[in-house]
C-alpha cells in the first residue's frame, strides 16, 4: 500500500465512499502488509501452488502432526523436512494424500501445480552417503517445481561419473555440490563450471572431519570463485535457494 | 572440441587436407578443452570484456606488478584484489589506465566494454564498518558488469535504512547482506524478501565475535531460506557470485 | 552482625549480663553471618516462602529423592529442575502434594504462598522445539512468584505472532529470548523494546549450531543494547535472572 | 498511534479537519512507529536527555567526526565508546564542550540534564587490569544517569576490598562484576548477594584465557542463579544495562 | 596414449587401416587415459591383484552388498574398510570366499596373488586400546602384498616393548606409529630411528584428548623429524601410504 | 647398576669368578635399569606393596580379564580403575579377593599392606554429580596407602560445607578441588589455604560448559597461585599425584 | 584466633583487663583471619621474609611503579613478574635494591633471608625457546627460597642431556617440565622418573601448535601418571607450586 | 654394540688385551648407543655429509650465532631454517662459507658432498604465495641430497600447469604439494598420481581458513588414499620426510 493508495483510501473517507471503521481495518494492516515478515506474495504462493514448509526436527510427532493438520484446513501444498517414518505415519492418518521420500525424510502432500521452468539444477554429491543430503535438496527442488538432474557419487574416485556429465552440469542454471570429509568437489567443480554452485558440506566421515566442519572450512575457502555455502547437512537449504536462482527470468 | 569437430578433422587427415603434425597439436589439447578447469569459454570472456582478477593479499607488490606486466600484453581487462595503495603506484607505473578503488582495495583497467543487464544488485551493510567489505562487493559486480544499488548502515540501529529502501530490494535480483557481530541482518532481510541473499560475514568487532566466527555461524544456521554465505570478509566472492546469478537469463 | 552489635555484646560480657560460652557462640558465627555464600536472608526466603532449588541433571534417583526427603522436614517450598519423570515418581511416593511440569521438567511444591507483584515478564520463544527450556524459564519465574506471559514461535517464520504482541512484551518489566540456530530473535526483539533482554540460546538445531554455539555466540555480540545471556538451554537460569529484575521496587 | 487515534485523524479528514497530505504524512509514519527498530520512544528520549550513542571501534576518525557534527544539529547528549585520543580531538574542534573518559575510551557530551534515581549500581572488578573495561561500564551508566559505586581490584587477591564493601555492594540495584582469566569473581560475588549481576568477562590475560574465552565460559556456566553474561570486554553493554534495570520503578 | 600413438592413429586413419568411428571413439578417451582421477594403470592394478577398496562407514549393508555383488562381476580383489558383521554376512552369501578380520573391521577377498617385497612395515602402538586402529592399518598393509611387524602396547607403560623391539623396528622400511591421549609414542619412536614415520592419532581416551585431537596435535608438532599424519583413526590411510613407500624399488 | 657396579662385574670377569656369558646377561639389561622407563624401583614396589595399574577403559571384558590372569601369577597388589561391573564379575571369577568401588569404579586386591603415613590428603568437590570422580581420586589415594579426608558438595551452594571444614583442609598436605562448570571452586579454596591443589575439571553439566572445558580454562587460568590441573575427569591422576607429594618426606 | 582465644579476650573483657573498643578491634578481624583469602600466616611470611607478588602483565608502567612504591613502605620481600624493562626502570628509581631478571622479566627485591631446604627442584626445558619460561619457574623459586637444577634443552634432540642428567632428575623433590610443539618431554620424563612433576606446556611454536594448545593438550593428556599442569607460559606457577612441594616437611 | 661386541669385549677383558677402565668407557655408552634418541648413526651422517639442522624460529640471533659458531668446530654441514637476514648476517662473519636461500629463509653451508639419488621429489603448489613454504621444502630437500622439480602456482586458477607437468609428477618418486585456503589440490594430486604424497597446509588466507585450519583438515580427511599432513607450514618437515623416503633404495 503506496501514499497513491493511501491517499485514496483517504479521499474515499472524505467523500464518504468508505466507513471509517473499514478504513481503519485496511490502515491496520500497513505494518504487516509494508514490513511483513514472512508473509510476502501471501497470496501469490497460495495461487501458485508454493508450498507451506515444516521442518520437523526437535517437533514431536503430535506437534507435526497437529501443525499439518491446521495446514490441510488451508488450501495449500505441504512439505515437511527431517520427518521420520513415524511422522509420516501420523500424518498418512489425516489425509491419504502424503507421500513419503524415505532417503530425503520428506513428507509432501502437492495438491496445486507449480509451474516448472525448462532450466534445471544438478545436484552433484562426493559419495554413497552424501545421498541423504542430495535427496533432501533434489526432492526439495522438485517439490518447490524444477527439473533436477542427479549425479551422484562423483567425487575423487568416481571423478569419471563428474567427467562424463560435464556437460550436463554445465548447461544447468545452478549446481548444488554436496560433500564431507575434505569438500575438495566443490572447488573442482567449481573449477569446471562457470555457474553458481550452492555447496553442502556433510557430517557424514570420521576423525578431523569433526561432525562436518572441515568440509564446511574448505568450502567456504574454496579457490573457486562462484561458490557459496549452506549449512552442513542443509539439503533443503541448497534445494530452496537453487529453486530461487532456478526461477529467475531473465 | 566435440565430436563431429573430431570427425572433421580426421576426415581431413584421411582426404590429406591438414598435415598429421597439425592435427597431432589440435588433437593434443582436447584433454584440456575439455576438462579445462578454469578455462572455459576463454575465448568468450576475452571477447566480451570479462577480466582476469588477481588476488593480491599473500603476494608480494613485485609479484603483483609482474603478472600484471604480464597481462597487459594480452587484450583483457584486469582486476586486482585486496590491493594496497603501494601496489596500486607500482601498477600505475607500468600503464597510465589502471584506476584504484581504495576503500574496495581494488585495483582494475577496464579496456573492453562488458555488456550491463537492467537488473540489479543491491548491497546491504549492518554497520559502517562492514563498509570496505561492501564496497570490494560492489566494486566488484560493477566491474563485471552489474548495476549495483546501495544500503549502508542500515542494521539495528539504522533499520529505518532498510526499511526505507526495501521497494528496491525486493526488486533487486539478488541481494548481498554484509554483516559482523551477530549478523541478525542476513536473517532480517531473508524474512523480508523472497531472492537468494548471499551473505558475507565480516571479521570487525570484538570479543565473542572471534574474527568473524559469529556472524558466520548465524549465517549459515540461518532460519531464513535462500541466504547462502561466503568466507568471512570475502566481498570478491560475494560480489562475482551475485554478479552470476544476476547475469542469469530466463 | 555490626560494629555496634558487637559492642553491646562486649558490654553485656563486661556487665555479666552473658555467658562467655553463649558469647563465643554468638561470635562463632560472625564470618558466616557476615560473609555468608548463598546464606543471605535465609530466615526471609524461608518466611516468604521462597522455594529451595536442587538441580536433578547429574543425580541418581536415589540422591535427587534423598535429598527432597530431607527437605520435606523443612517448611519450605520446594524446585527440582531437569527432574526426569522417573525423578517425580520417585518423589511422589514421599508426599503426594508434588506437581510435574513435564515439559519444563520440574517438579515443585508450594507448600507457603509467594508473593507475586502485578508487573510480569514475557518469555519469547523463536521456534517450537525452544519450548521446553521456555517451559522452564516461564514454570521457574511462576513458582518464584511472577506473573508469566508465553509468546512462543515468534521467529523468523512466525514473526506475526512477535508483532501481534508487541505491545504487551513492551510492557513487561523484563523479557526472556528463547532461539537456537542464528539467534537472531535476541536482536529483533531488542531493537524493538526498551526493556532488560534476558536472552537463552538453545542447543536445538544441526550443523553449524555446533550445539548451541552459533545462537550463543550471537547473542553475546547482539548489537541491541540491552541484552544480556545465561548458558545454553539455561532456562531456569533465565526464569530466576528475570524474577530478580520483575521483584525489584522502585 | 493506536485504533482511537487512527479513527479520529480519519474523521479529522472526513470533518475537513485535516489536510489529505498531512494526513497521509502522519500515516506514512505508522509502520515505523508501530514496528519501529530502534525507534522507540525517540521524543521521550530527546525530551529526557537520554543520549544518543556512537560504537567507534571500526570506524575512521574522519567517520567518527562526520557523525558526530550531524548529531550537533539535533539537540541531544552524545556518547561515543571506543573512542580514541585522536577522535577525540577531532570532536574537539567541533565543539569545545566534548569531554573524554581517557581510562573508559568515552566521548561524551551531555547537554541536556538526565534524571538519577537514588539507587546505585556497583562496578566491581578481580583485578587493576579490567579497570579500563569497568570504567567503560560505570562511565557508561552514569551519563546515562545513574549513581556508581566502583570497587576495584577485589578478586582473590585483593578479596578483602570485596569483604569491606559487601554491605554496599548487597544494597545496590544491580551489580556488574568484570573479570578475566578464570572469571570466578561472578560466582562468587553470585553467592554472596541476592541481586542481579551482569557479568563482563574481560581479554586481559594469557594462554589458555585464550582471548577471554576462559572467563566468558565460566561467567556462563556459574553455578550462582542471577548471574548473565555480556560480550567480552563489554563494559558498555553492561553499563547500559544495568542503567536500565537501575531505572526500573516498583 | 602419447603423441607417438596418436600419430600411429593418424597415420591409420590417413592410410585407410582404420575407420574413423573407431578412431573417434579411440581418441574419445583420450581425456580419461591423460587426466584420469583415480585411474591410473588399471589394467596393470587388475594384473597385479591389487583389490579395490571400499570405504563401508556411511554405507548401508544394502548399499555395500551390491556395490560388492558388482565387483564379483570383475575378475579382481576386493578389500572393504570400516565393514561391521552384519556387511560381511550379507557379503558371505553372495560368495564364499570372503574373509573377515574382526578387529580391522575389514572384508577381504584375495582371488589373485599380489607380490610381496622382502622389506617390511612396523605397526607400533601405544596402548591395548590402539589395536583395533592398528590392525586396520597392518591388515590392509598385508592384503596389499606388505610383510607386517606388529608391535603392540609399547607406550610409556610398556616402553620395554619398544626397546625390545628397536632393532626390528630400525630395519623396517617404514614405520606406522599409532596412539591416542598425548601421542609421544611418534616423537619417542621419530627420535630413535632414522626411517619415515606414518603416525595415525586414535580418538580412544578421554577428556582432554577431544576425540583424538590431542594426539592429532601433538603428532603433527612432533620435533622429531621425518613424522607425517594421517586422519584420526586413520588405520587404513596408513597401512596404504606404508604400503606404497614399502613397494618403493631404488 | 652403577660405574662401581660394572667395574666389579668386569674384575670378576677377568679373575674368572663370573662365566662371559652370565656376564653378558648382566649387561644386556643396562639400558633397562638406567633408562628403564616405567620400571624405576619395581623391586622396591612390589617389596612395598604399591600397586599394579591397568586403565579399563577402551579395553574389552576379555582383555582386562586377561591382563589380570597374568597379573595374579605376580606377588602383587592391583588397581584397575573405569573398570566396569561385567569386568568386576569377570575378575571376581578368578579370585575372590577383590572388591569392587562402585562409585569409583575401581577393581583393587590388596595383597600386601602398604604403609600410610600420618599427614592426609582432602578431596574436595562442587556438587553432587562430581563424586564419582572424586571417588576415583580418594580410592586411588587410599589404596596407594594414603589418609583420605572427603569434603563433597561444597561449592558455591554447599559453602558452608567449606568454610566448615576448613580448618581440616589446611591441615591436608595436599588437597584436591573437583568441580564441573565454572570451575570456581579451585580458586576459592586457592584463595582460602596455601598447600599445593591438584584441580579436576568434570565434564558434568550442559550448555557452554562443553563436556568439562569451562572448568579446565578456569582451572588452568585460575589466580590462585598453587593450582595444577590434570585431565577432565581424571580422578586416578589426581589420586595419584597427590599420593606422591602426601608421601614426601621432609 | 580460634575458640580459645576468643574465650581469653572475652574473659580479658569481663574482667576489664582490655577495653571494649580494642577488643572490638581485635574481633574485627575474625573473619578475615578465619576465612581471608590469600591473607594466611601473613604475620609468619612478613617473619619468614616470603615475598609478596605483583603480576605486572596488563598493568601500565605507573600502576606497577605505585604499587611497589606502596609494597616499599612494608617490611617485605618483593617479586614483579612478568616485568619489562621499563618497569624495572622505574622502579630503581623508587630504590636502588632492586634486581632484574632479564629472562625471566622477573623484579625482585629480597631485603629478608628466605629458608631454604637442602632438596632441590628441577627444570628441564624440551628446547632453547623454552628457556624465558624457564626463567621465571626457575627464578620464582629461586627468590622463594629453594635451589634449583636447570637442564635446559633436553628434548628430542638434546635427550642426551636429559640421559646425563637423569640421577640429579630424579633425586629432585619436584621436577618442573616445560616444553611447547607436542610436549612430549613431560610423558617421557614422567616415564622416567617417580616425583610430581609439573608440566608448562609453552606457546612458542607455529601452525597446529595453535599459541600453546597442542602442548597443552598432550600435557592433561599424558598417560604418564604424576603429571599436573599449569597455564601456557605460565613458569611462575610452576615455580611457585613446586616451591609449596619442595618445602613439605616429612 | 650386539652381544657379540660385548662378548668379544669381555674376553679382551679377561684375556689382559684391554684395561678394565677402558672396558668401563665403552659399556658406560651402552644406553646411548642402544636407546640413543637422536643419536643414530652419528658418525655415518658425519662421514656421509649429512647436514646437522637447527630451527631458528624463537631463538634471538645470539642464540643462533652461538650455536653455529660451536658447529663449524665440528666438521659437518650445516642447515639453518626459519632464518631472518639478520641471523644470516651474524653468521657470515663467523665464517664467508655460509649460503642464504631467502625465500626459504634457510642458511646453509655443505662442505661435504652429498649423494644424489637419480630419483627426484616434486614440489608442487596451489598458490604464488604458497611459495616460501615451498623453497623451505625444496632447499631442504636439495641440501640433504636430492633433485627437486618445482611446479608452482598449478591450483585451481592454473590447474594447466599441473597437467602440463602430469607426466614428471607421476615420475616422481614422492611429491609434496603445499596448498592454503581449501587445500584441494592435494585431493586432487592424490586422484591423478599413485606415488606417496606429503601435504603441507599453508597459514596463507584469511576468514574461514584460520591460519591454515581449513587447509590442515581438508587435507587430513582428503579421500585420495597416499596422502600424509605435516604441521601447518612446514616446509621443512615435508622436505626432510620426502628426502628420507626418495633416499630408500629396493
Chains 1, 2, 3, 4, 5, 6, 7, 8 share one sequence.
Not at 18 to 35: G, Y
Not at 165 to 188: F, H, P, Q, T
Not at 191 to 199: E, F, Q, S, V, Y
Amino acid at each position: 500500500m503506496n501514499s497513491k493508495d493511501i491517499k485514496k483510501l483517504l479521499e474515499d473517507v472524505k467523500d464518504g465512499k468508505i466507513e471509517i471503521n473499514d478504513a481503519i481495518n485496511h490502515l491496520k494492516d500497513l505494518p504487516f502488509k509494508d514490513l511483513g515478515f514472512a508473509k510476502i506474495d501471501f497470496h501469490r504462493e497460495l495461487r501458485t501452488g508454493y508450498p507451506e514448509i515444516i521442518f520437523c526436527s526437535g517437533k514431536t510427532v503430535g506437534q507435526v502432526q497437529k501443525i499439518i493438520e491446521f495446514m490441510l484446513t488451508k488450501d495449500t501444498n505441504i512439505i515437511a523436512t527431517r520427518a521420520t517414518s513415524d511422522m509420516y505415519n501420523a500424518v498418512k492418518d489425516l489425509h491419504p494424500d502424503f507421500q513419503y521420500h524415505e532417503v530425503a525424510r520428506i513428507i509432501s502432500r502437492m495438491k496445486k501445480k507449480v509451474t516448472i521452468p525448462d532450466s534445471y539444477i544438478s545436484v552433484v554429491t562426493a559419495g554413497t552417503s552424501d545421498i541423504p543430503v542430495a535427496e533432501e535438496a533434489a526432492v526439495t527442488a522438485e517439490l518447490l517445481g524444477n527439473k533436477v538432474n542427479r549425479i551422484y557419487d562423483a567425487g575423487v574416485a568416481g571423478i569419471h561419473r563428474l567427467v562424463d556429465n560435464l556437460d550436463i552440469i554445465r548447461d544447468s542454471k545452478v549446481v548444488i555440490v554436496i560433500a564431507g570429509m575434505e569438500g575438495a568437489l566443490a572447488s573442482i567443480v567449481g573449477g569446471l563450471i562457470n555457474k553458481p554452485i550452492i555447496a553442502v558440506p556433510t557430517s557424514i566421515g570420521y576423525g578431523a572431519n569433526f561432525g562436518g566442519i572441515s568440509a564446511l572450512l574448505a568450502m567456504l575457502t574454496s579457490c573457486a570463485a562462484g561458490v557459496s555455502v549452506v549449512n552442513i547437512d542443509n539439503g533443503f537449504g541448497a534445494g530452496f535457494n537453487a529453486s530461487m536462482i532456478n526461477k529467475i527470468r531473465g
